[in-house]
């Protein structure tokens, strides 16, 4: 298990975005967001007092909020929890994260330092997802990142078995939306992926019967909107139409949840590696998106590249205002980090 705090915490310091920031002073260094200011939020504080560190070594760890009540995340390239860069590296592996913090602690559990499972890891960058008490990762392929396969664990990540990599075209950088516990208060009986299209800087939607997750063939595009304001969804990946502009700069590692109080879907995403993100919300998966928080080169913490900000509906507060993010980076972010975050709403 491992819980520690970096020596550089900033202890005391409360930093107050407020927004829209872009119209408070000029940008440095990227383009303006994609997005107008959001009618939700006036400012996001950061609390860095709260700032942690853990896992020196490993990056990713994007989450999902499982049926036994506790946080599953995915790293990369590293030990993960007490482990570092070299003692118990592995390519991919998966951890629970039990408590809240400031009460919480990592457990490796499949891959890593002393991990709960003896069953050998496999390569890549991998997403989780929880429903109906079984475990899911979407893996990209290591060092080539042109195609993925999706991986099922029914016993918490003990055991896994795997497809092919047969998850070419759109899919090759997917990351799940996430709900509640469980796959709690999902809109429907779908699972809905988000998928980046790099070259043209934007992000596509797919859905699947949560039951066929492991089935390349039962995903459906996003195709538009038809009539009334409808989606349209087409099994013909040509037909895919963009929910999201990345005109600003593109990223694979990001990450969208719903949030339950606010009925917002929040999208994060970087778009340079100088320290440039954003946080972005939208009344359906599919838009319209609006801009909660947009950071200009170094314009949070600092210039170093940061990416998979994740946020999960274990860690809010009942009234939806607090929050704690998970966060990874490079060179020396490349560890895992959370942080705690106060939304001040409009009324």
Same mark, same amino acid.
């Given at each position: 298990?491992?819980?520690?705090?970096?020596?550089?915490?900033?202890?005391?310091?409360?930093?107050?975005?407020?927004?829209?920031?872009?119209?408070?002073?000029?940008?440095?260094?990227? +383009?303006?967001?994609?997005?107008?200011?959001?009618?939700? +939020?006036?400012?996001?504080?950061?609390?860095?007092?709260?700032?942690?560190?853990? +896992?020196?070594?490993?990056?990713?760890?994007?989450?999902?909020?499982?049926?036994?009540?506790?946080?599953?995340?995915?790293?990369?390239?590293?030990?993960?929890?007490?482990?570092?860069?070299?003692?118990?590296?592995?390519?991919?592996?998966?951890?629970?994260?039990?408590?809240?913090?400031?009460?919480?602690?990592?457990?490796?559990?499949?891959?890593?330092?002393?991990?709960?499972?003896?069953?050998?890891?496999?390569?890549?960058?991998?997403?989780?997802?929880?429903?109906?008490?079984?475990?899911?990762?979407?893996?990209?392929? *290591?060092?080539?990142?042109?195609?993925?396969?999706?991986?099922?664990? &029914?016993?918490?990540?003990? &055991?896994?078995?795997?497809?092919?990599?047969?998850?070419?075209?759109?899919?090759?950088?997917?990351?799940?939306?996430?709900?509640?516990?469980?796959?709690?208060?999902?809109?429907?009986?779908?699972?809905?992926?988000?998928?980046?299209?790099?070259? @043209?800087?934007?992000?596509?939607?797919?859905?699947?019967? @949560?039951?066929?997750?492991? &089935?390349?063939?039962?995903?459906?595009?996003?195709?538009?909107?038809?009539?009334?304001?409808?989606? *349209?969804?087409?099994?013909?990946?040509?037909?895919? @139409?963009?929910?999201?502009?990345?005109?600003?700069?593109?990223?694979?590692?990001?990450?969208?949840?719903?949030?339950?109080?606010?009925?917002?879907?929040?999208?994060?995403?970087?778009?340079?590696?100088?320290?440039?993100?954003?946080?972005?919300? +939208?009344?359906?998966?599919?838009?319209?998106?609006?801009?909660?928080?947009?950071?200009?080169?170094?314009?949070?913490?600092?210039?170093?590249?940061?990416?998979?900000?994740?946020?999960?509906?274990?860690?809010?507060?009942?009234?939806?205002?607090?929050?704690?993010?998970?966060?990874?980076?490079?060179?020396?972010?490349?560890?895992?980090?959370?942080?705690?975050? &106060?939304?001040?709403?409009? *009324?």
């Amino acid at each position: 298990m491992e819980k520690k705090t970096p020596t550089s915490c900033k202890k005391g310091l409360v930093l107050s975005i407020w927004l829209p920031i872009f119209v408070l002073r000029p940008y440095v260094g990227c +383009a303006r967001p994609p997005y107008p200011p959001t009618r939700v +939020a006036k400012r996001l504080v950061w609390h860095w007092d709260t700032y942690e560190r853990a +896992a020196p070594g490993s990056d990713q760890w994007p989450v999902t909020w499982a049926d036994d009540g506790h946080l599953y995340t995915c790293w990369g390239d590293g030990g993960g929890f007490n482990g570092t860069n070299s003692d118990g590296r592995v390519k991919m592996g998966v951890a629970r994260i039990e408590g809240t913090p400031p009460n919480w602690r990592g457990h490796n559990i499949w891959g890593g330092k002393n991990p709960k499972s003896s069953q050998s890891t496999k390569e890549g960058k991998a997403r989780p997802l929880c429903v109906d008490g079984v475990l899911y990762l979407y893996a990209i392929k *290591q060092d080539t990142w042109d195609k993925g396969r999706m991986f099922k664990s &029914t016993d918490h990540g003990m &055991t896994w078995t795997w497809t092919d990599y047969d998850w070419e075209y759109l899919f090759k950088n997917s990351t799940f939306l996430q709900f509640g516990k469980d796959y709690q208060g999902a809109r429907d009986n779908y699972v809905y992926v988000y998928f980046l299209v790099e070259k @043209k800087k934007h992000y596509g939607l797919a859905r699947v019967p @949560k039951d066929r997750v492991m &089935t390349r063939s039962s995903y459906e595009i996003f195709a538009g909107l038809g009539a009334e304001g409808k989606p *349209q969804w087409s099994r013909d990946a040509d037909q895919y @139409k963009p929910v999201f502009d990345a005109s600003d700069g593109a990223g694979w590692g990001h990450q969208i949840m719903y949030h339950p109080v606010l009925k917002r879907y929040l999208f994060t995403k970087f778009h340079n590696k100088a320290g440039g993100w954003g946080i972005f919300d +939208a009344p359906e998966p599919w838009g319209p998106w609006t801009t909660v928080a947009y950071y200009e080169s170094g314009g949070w913490m600092d210039d170093k590249w940061k990416f998979c900000f994740s946020f999960n509906q274990k860690w809010i507060s009942t009234d939806g205002k607090t929050m704690w993010m998970i966060f990874s980076g490079w060179p020396q972010y490349d560890a895992y980090h959370h942080i705690k975050c &106060t939304l001040i709403l409009k *009324q």
